[in-house]
């Protein structure tokens, strides 16, 4: 069965430092998604993409946020300047389209130290 | 916005025995209600889901309920097994805007115990 996958699944960084999440969406997907769990809360949106630009996003998607398809397989997060309360999962997420099914990757643990 | 409650965060039940948890939400426009499941240190997964033009759907031993007027769902499950076990979260988003934007509840730890 075709699955989201994301690298690092792991990735501890010093505070101010850029980090770039990696995602793989399902291949004949068009619609991509990243969401964030910070430890014992929520999952939270964060970010919906679609044709090459964002299409919806949280107020927790400010500035320091960006996200990219720079090539026809790869989905990432950006972060500029990672602060402590970044520290969380990132899911990334793909659907077939706007109403269908999102499937979820398994995640990528941000530490911010 | 949307707000999601869900209740209770963690479930013990003896196997074979049902566990319902169950959600509300906010935001009379929300129509798409997913249950994701998702074992320590494994991807959410899709378990079930319904839409706000059903008011229930079965698939084997789960089963998900609705109801629109009192804006709350829940999640039955019967016959219950240790491979069960795992964090069930519920979701809700609306067709408005240009994607779906799901918003999650807090999560349910369910244990089966055998």
């Known amino acids: 069965e075709p699955e989201v996958t994301q690298t690092p699944s792991h990735q501890v960084t010093q505070m101010g430092q850029e980090v770039i999440l990696r995602c793989v969406p399902i291949?004949?997907?068009?619609?991509f998604y990243w969401y964030r769990q910070i430890l014992g809360q929520k999952v939270e949106f964060l970010v919906s993409?679609?044709?090459?630009?964002?299409?919806?996003k949280s107020e927790i998607f400010d500035d320091q946020f960006s996200v990219e398809r720079p090539d026809g397989s790869n989905f990432t997060l950006k972060i500029r300047s990672t602060k402590l309360e970044d520290s969380a999962m990132y899911f990334c997420?793909?659907?077939?389209?706007?109403?269908?099914?999102?499937?979820f990757g398994e995640g990528s643990w941000l530490t911010v130290v | 916005g949307e707000n999601v409650e869900q209740h209770p965060s963690t479930l013990s039940v003896q196997e074979g025995d049902s566990a319902v948890i169950k959600c509300t939400y906010s935001?009379?426009?929300?129509?798409?209600f997913p249950w994701y499941k998702q074992e320590l240190g494994k991807r959410p997964q899709l378990i079930i889901d319904?839409?706000?033009?059903?008011g229930e759907k079965k698939d084997q031993r789960i089963a998900v309920t609705l109801n629109k007027t009192a804006k709350h769902f829940s999640l039955h499950i019967t016959e219950t097994q240790p491979e069960d076990s795992a964090v069930y979260f519920c979701?809700?988003?609306?067709?408005?805007?240009?994607?779906?934007?799901?918003?999650f509840g807090s999560g349910t730890q369910l244990t089966v115990l055998p």
């Open positions: 997420a793909s659907s077939a389209g706007p109403w269908t099914t999102i499937y």
């Open positions: 291949s004949n997907h068009l619609y």
């Open positions: 993409f679609y044709n090459n630009e964002i299409s919806e």
């Open positions: 935001d009379s426009a929300s129509n798409y």
């Open positions: 319904i839409r706000s033009n059903v």
């Open positions: 979701a809700a988003s609306s067709s408005s805007g240009s994607a779906r934007q799901l918003t």
